[in-house]
């Protein structure tokens, strides 16, 4: 056996069971070997496409993503997806094929790149030690929830070299729990124990602690959101008020900013989950549950932070107020286990205002184009609800976001750390194949469609039942309405119509072109049919304005 065989069976050992990438003679032999022992291998069209499949597919799998490239340019045209990838915490392997020697075309400084997007270099440097190497880049990735680049120097790759007599893989898992403080959280019941009006904001670090969190924030009274990146968690319940930030309903922010105390669950508090601070109640308290303590008050200032596994630390706080560990501050809140924030007429408010489709709006469809806002609540209402969405960047990205709901915390795939355009289809694809019963949409606008174009032919390839929706206003969007307004030439933002309909037909899909709300019906016969092919929905929509969340997000520049 070679090197680059070990590294393969380590590999698929350690549980790596779907691998994209895009082939080259770098990585052959080491993709070709975890084929061997067991995984499926993905071929994606551009490696920037494998990346994001691969994060995708382990933000929705909740195991390791793994990514193959070749040398030096396979490596650079994935950079983007790593960067999202490794700002996002996602466990992800990436094995990259290495030119040592700098003479070569290939050449590159690899462990610079990795380290510039904050990926963890690491590299197969030897063949005794090949196997070891590849286990422990498996384990960095997933117990310290790192992006990881797997070196595999050329030279050693063809090293001959044996199979261990036992292989090691690592404990899978999405995270480590680690113990939380004992201390903090006795506060932080105490908070609770005197807080009227709690909210509790959950976080992508949330995601597996639906249980635990409910059961405390019945006990407190509390009020449920998630930021972007957790949407769904909440789901059904009678006080979820669905995202906080940019996308939050008027009645979630309201309720937000009225809190006596916000607890972030596994959540950053980040500028957009916070609307740049403003959602933070100005005389309420701020706790931040996480699992790293360097996340705690990161972004906004907290009175307290406890760090801990967040399901561990709710469970513990549910325990100590029943028990009476915390004695209730009867003064104030009245006995833990009280209403706090929660009361009969605010159930019929979250009831009857708490979507956005609830929130009054006049359609400014006409003139062959559809406003995205019918548009997407046409979508909602025709699309089944087992469904997972992914979006791109853009100024349209809101309305998907906003109106289009999803089942579970499995159900939103937001790459978004990095805010790069042109992720979403690649996202859609790898939340796809994480998820094969739920039907897979992604919401592009134009620009970010035609930037990852390279992989519609992959979805008709892999035979995957995807809706594509596409925002088209053709141009940038984003760009426009930030410039326009101050009388900037636009010229440079703005592009002829593009038949994107013919451009995905020609790939194998079926599509439909929308300008008003009676073509959703071509999207209704679709769903009917046999699903056979996958649909793109190339929607005209009107162009008049800028989205609010787009003002916010040009704060954050
Ligand atoms: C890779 C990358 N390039 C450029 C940008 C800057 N940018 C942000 S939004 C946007 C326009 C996107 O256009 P489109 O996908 O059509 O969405 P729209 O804004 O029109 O709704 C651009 C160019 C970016 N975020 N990422
Ligand atoms: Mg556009």
Known sequence: ??????????????????????????????????????????????????????????????????????QGPGLTNALTGIAEAAKSRTPLIVLAGEATDRRSNFYVDQDALAAAVGAVPMRV??????WEQAVEAYR????????????????????????????????GGESGISPAHGEAVEELARLLSRSRRPVFIAGRGARHARRELEALADRVGALLATSAVAKGLFRGSPWDLDVSGGFAT???????????????????????????????????????????RSALGTHVPVDLGVTGDVAAVATALTEQLT??????????AGPAGAAGYRSPELARRIQAEGRWRDVPCEDESGGGRIDPRTLTIGLDDVLPIERILSIDSGNFMGYPSMFLDVPDERGFCFTQAFQSIGLG??????????????????????????????ELETVVRLGLPMVIVIYDDEAYGAEVHHFGPNGHPLDTVTFPPADLAAI????????????????????????????DRPLLVHAKVTRNRGSWWLEEAFKGH
């Open 425 to 454: 289809l690649a996202t859609a694809i790898g939340a796809a194949l994480a998820q094969p019963d739920r039907l897979s949409v992604a919401a592009l606008g134009d620009g970010g469609a035609l930037m990852g174009a390279a």
């Open 140 to 171: 960095v990735a997933v117990e310290e929830r790192r992006t990881v680049l797997l070196n595999l120097p050329l030279d050693v790759q063809a090293m001959p070299c044996d199979a261990p007599a036992r292989p090691t893989p690592t404990g």
């Open 250 to 292: 008027p009645l979630a922010a309201e309720l937000i900013r009225g809190a006596d105390l916000v607890v972030g669950w596994g959540c950053a508090l980040n500028m957009w989950t916070t609307r740049h601070g403003s959602l933070i109640p100005q005389e309420g308290k701020v706790a931040q549950v996480d699992l790293d």
């Open 1 to 70: 056996m070679i090197v680059a065989e070990a590294v393969g069976r380590a590999l698929a050992a350690c549980g790596a069971e779907t691998v994209f990438g895009v082939v080259g003679s770098g990585n052959f032999h080491v993709t070709n070997a975890l084929i061997a022992a067991g995984a499926r291998f993905v071929a994606a069209r551009h490696e920037g496409g494998a990346a994001t499949m691969a994060d995708a597919y382990a933000r929705m799998s909740g195991r390791a993503g793994i990514v193959s490239v070749h």
């Open 504 to 531: 995905a037909r020609g790939h194998g899909f079926a599509a439909v072109t929308v300008t008003t709300p009676a073509d959703l019906v071509g999207v209704a016969d679709w769903l009917k049919g046999g699903r």
């Open 125 to 130: 440097a030897s063949a005794e030690g090949a």
């Open 323 to 332: 028990t009476g560990g915390v004695a209730p501050d009867t003064t104030a």
